[in-house]
């Protein structure tokens, strides 16, 4: 996912784990996998508890044109170099 790291103050791109949290104006969302070892299909969790697919997810951030903030991340960085 394409987040804004606020610790460099850039657009990046995550390699997202089950955990991560982000923010889309002031509004905190969760990425949930279906069970405890975080393998299997992602999906988001918002604050009003709606549950959807990273992708359709990702497509509606996209149709916005709004970039999401990274909150707290425990996943590693792509290395896109």
């Known amino acids: 996912m394409i987040a804004l790291d606020p610790f460099t103050n850039e657009v990046r791109e995550f390699d997202l784990c089950a955990g991560d949290v982000f923010e889309v104006r002031s509004h905190p969302f969760l990425v949930t996998s279906p ?9 988001v969790v918002g604050k009003d508890g709606r549950s959807r697919s990273l992708a359709e997810y990702e497509d509606e ?10 909150v707290r991340h425990i996943g590693a960085w792509r290395d896109e170099s």
Do not use: E, H, I, N
């Not at 069970?35 to 999906?43: A, K, N």
């Not at 951030?61 to 990274?70: D, F, I, T, Y």
């Open 35 to 43: 069970d405890d070892s975080g393998r299997g299909p992602l999906s």
């Open 61 to 70: 951030l996209r149709a916005s044109g709004v970039v999401p903030q990274m």
